[in-house]
């Protein structure tokens, strides 16, 4: 031919060598390059297989796709050495070899802008220690694998797209690691990432997978995989999937749109989720199979299933922990089954449950702690024998039933509330046992605590208050009681058949004797001296003990025949959260009380999803049972504002406005209203209605905490819980309440809790070191115990 088809052209260093060579073929050219080479090639159809064995640089002469490599058989490209291929089209059409084959330890090759358009067993295969990096390539093989590792090769792959595999997207075997960074792997017939074999790695970054006939990711046989900021969707089968002793962790993910499972995990893999959300799913978001298995979320979401299945299943002994989660709009939330199950969830919500929140069975345990459940059908059902394990500080709320217990399940439960609910707040049957410390029901519609058939739960300082039965109802003899108390009124009498009315009557003593009333208020010395033991809150105090005192010196002119000034009693709460506006008007209803001002002093709160109905008319009915709880006491209105938003126009909010007002004004005597919320957002709140303001008349403006009184929370924290603070540990102390930011999200008093809670934590991990700790030692915190930042901090 007159004209080269391809032409090497020499490297700069190269001065003793000719300029330039001009070839008919590739394999020419390749054979005559020398390492440091270019090999230009000029477009068209290149029917050979090329072997790239020596450190070269190939690319067509004008530009992408503007030559294609496609050999009648065997491999089209294959590289053993350092070289760098741009720009070319290669195709293969034998089934049983790849269609680029990068191996052996000598090969580093890096493929930039190449299409691999094939029908091989697999588009690119990087083998037996060799390296390669990929570049705004794609590949296409529906014969095979689209691209795989195996061999302990190592690969780097960016801005690429894999699609149409016949196979999986991408397969890491061998002890192979593969890095991926934004790339797309779509529309293949196997798993889009399938990850296998001891040491065998992966760890993708911004990627998409996608239209996968298959699982988004498999990972099995003890590899493991690392997903950021990835989006995996529209696969037909487990969004992921885990098995023998395989580990996967995802930051930042997005996981939905499945027919299947989000995650199923078996064979003693585990799964970690942080910063994760998990929604749209046709079974299950978590399936955490068999002893050894162990699923973990951190600050994760979960919702929206598409399915009637529970979102997360755990059994056959495996463990899953949630931290700082949240899980809504379900048919279940979370089922446990089976011995030696188990579930641990700290700090997280559920809610618009269906059905069950929580459900344990089968021998399974679970340990909540400062969990929230809210609009489930049950809170927590505790189904059988063996199943149990222990709540702390949780609050359920909004619920059909809060608790069930029954056929011999044995939970304890501390420190825990049930409120609002349709049916009983706790109902334990059929031999169910249960144990329920410091526990509080109410507002619930049915009764407290139902407990039948004998059973013998322990009921210790619980109490019940509000509810519309009894707040304790046991058919017959068995639960044990001790310091329980109750407020609400028994049920009508009903004419029963003889030999009930009998049962009832024997057993009626035993219930007066182990149920006590609620305690009258205290004399207002006392609730006046609480108030004054509070940290800070100076203003507050006087503000409040100048309104006792005007009432009381007007209750003694009256005695004494004198025209008494008429006060209006319903106050104005401003300030930032955790700044004891609660607890302040707790002590106010108290104190009206011993002064005759109010028959029982005690305190009603609620929010705007208390007062608010979903239709027009339910939400005067709402207030209206809202005002009549509190009769004879104090209504406190928490985040008042909400029932003004300010694009409200047409918001039911008003409505509960609206029939206040009328309600303070017809019952002016009955009832102390106090509204509470940011001192901005009240202002609106008073201008919602013409008379909403000229009800109250008196606004308390509540002070953030200062340094030094957080110190002083601090430090009847440590006295209430038998700590001491070491020396130097106050001053560092203040100086970390003194830095920190103090935002809309600032919490005050809990701040101070926070700290302490977490100086506890660091000081339990410091002391656990220690062979034999002095009683000294177990009492002390030191300034390293402080919070990450500040112990840092006092390190450097």
């Known amino acids: 031919m007159g004209e080269y088809r391809v032409r090497v052209t020499q490297d700069s260093a190269s001065r003793w060598r000719r300029r330039a060579g001009e070839y008919e073929t590739l394999h020419e050219a390749l054979t005559a390059a020398e390492p440091g080479d270019t090999v230009l090639v000029r477009p068209g159809m290149f029917r050979e297989n090329l072997l790239i064995d020596k450190r070269v640089t190939v690319l067509p002469s004008d530009g992408p796709g503007t030559v294609r490599i496609v050999p009648p058989s065997g491999v089209p490209l294959t590289v053993t050495a350092a070289a760098t291929v741009r720009d070319l089209v290669i195709e293969g059409a034998e089934s049983s070899v790849p269609a680029v084959l990068v191996t052996g330890p000598e090969a580093d090759v890096e493929l930039s802008g190449c299409r691999v358009e094939t029908r091989s067993a697999v588009g690119v295969e990087i083998a037996d220690r060799g390296n390669a990096t990929l570049r705004g390539c794609t590949v296409s093989n529906p014969s095979g694998l689209g691209i795989r590792l195996r061999s302990q090769a190592t690969a780097v792959v960016e801005d690429c797209e894999v699609l149409d595999a016949g196979q999986a997207g991408l397969a890491v075997l061998g002890g192979a690691t593969a890095r991926l960074e934004r790339c797309k792997l779509h529309h293949a017939s196997g798993a889009g990432v399938l990850l296998a074999d001891p040491g065998s790695s992966a760890e993708l970054t911004s990627c998409e997978i996608y239209e996968i006939r298959g699982s988004g990711v498999q990972a099995e046989s003890q590899a493991s995989g690392r997903l950021a900021d990835c989006e995996i969707h529209r696969v037909t089968g487990n969004g992921l999937t885990l098995d023998t002793e395989a580990e996967l962790t995802l930051t930042g993910c997005r996981v939905h749109t499945l027919p299947e499972n989000a995650a199923d995990l078996r064979g003693r893999s585990r799964l970690t989720l942080e910063q994760t959300t998990v929604r749209d799913f046709g079974r299950g978001a978590l399936s955490v199979w068999d002893q050894g298995t162990h699923a973990e979320a951190r600050s994760s979401e979960i919702h929206s299933s598409t399915g009637d299945y529970p979102a997360v299943w755990v059994s056959d002994g495996a463990r899953l922990t949630l931290t700082d989660c949240s899980l809504h709009d379900l048919p279940d939330a979370l089922f446990v089954l089976d011995r030696e199950s188990r579930a641990v969830a700290k700090d997280c919500s559920f809610s618009r449950i269906r059905s069950s929140a929580v459900s344990v069975s089968g021998g399974a345990t679970v340990s909540l702690a400062d969990c929230r459940i809210q609009q489930a059908g049950t809170g927590l059902w505790f189904r059988d024998h063996g199943s149990g394990g222990r709540l702390t500080g949780c609050e359920i709320s909004e619920v059909a039933t809060g608790v069930i217990v029954t056929k011999g399940a044995d939970p304890e439960l501390r420190d825990c509330t049930v409120r609002g609910s349709t049916d009983a707040a706790v109902y334990v049957s059929a031999q169910g046992k249960g144990s329920f410390e410091d526990c509080r029901v109410s507002h619930g519609k049915g009764f407290g605590f139902h407990i039948i058939d004998g059973c013998r739960t322990a009921l210790t300082r619980c109490r019940a208050e509000q509810n519309g039965r009894a707040g304790f109802e046991f058919s017959e003899p068995g639960p044990v009681t001790e310091g329980c108390t ?87 709460f401003t300030g930032s959260p955790g700044t004891g506006k609660t607890t302040v008007a707790r002590l106010y209803g108290e104190i009206l009380a011993s002064l005759g001002v109010l028959q029982n002093g005690h305190l009603v709160e609620v929010a705007r999803v208390d007062l608010v109905g979903e239709h027009i008319g339910s939400t005067a009915i709402r207030t209206q049972a809202a005002f009549d709880k509190a009769r004879g006491g104090v209504l406190f209105i928490d985040e008042a504002y909400a029932l003004a938003p300010e694009d409200g126009a047409r918001d039911f909010g008003r409505e509960a406005i609206d029939t206040l007002v009328k309600l303070m004004e017809d019952h002016r005597d009955e009832v102390v209203v106090i509204v509470a919320g940011y001192t901005l957002e009240m202002e609106r709140f008073l201008s919602a209605n013409p008379g909403v303001s000229s009800r109250f008349s008196r606004t308390i403006t509540f002070p953030d905490y200062t340094a030094a009184e957080l110190l002083q929370i601090a430090r009847c924290q440590c006295a209430e819980h038998e700590y001491e603070l070491g020396e130097g540990t106050a001053a560092v102390l203040l100086e970390h309440f003194a830095g920190l930011e103090r935002g809309p999200g600032f919490g005050n008093g809990r701040t101070a809790r926070q700290v302490f809670e977490t100086m506890v934590e660091r000081h339990a991990m410091r002391v656990a070191q220690l062979a034999d700790p002095s009683t000294e030692e177990l009492q002390l915190l030191v300034p390293a115990d402080l919070p990450e930042r500040e112990s840092a901090r006092m390190a450097q």
């Not at 002119?557 to 209006?568: E, H, I, V, Y």
């Open 486 to 572: 109750s407020d609400d009124v028994a049920p009508p009498v009903v004419e029963l058949p003889a030999p009930r009315t009998a049962q009832l009557t024997t057993a009626a003593p035993a219930l007066a004797a182990q149920i006590s009333q609620i305690p009258d208020c205290r004399p207002a010395d006392e609730a006046l001296a609480e108030l004054d033991a509070l940290i800070g809150l100076a203003t507050v105090k006087q503000e409040v003990r100048t309104l006792i005192d005007l009432i009381s010196v007007g209750r003694r002119r009256r005695q004494a025949g004198l025209k008494a000034p008429s006060l209006r009693r319903h106050l104005v």
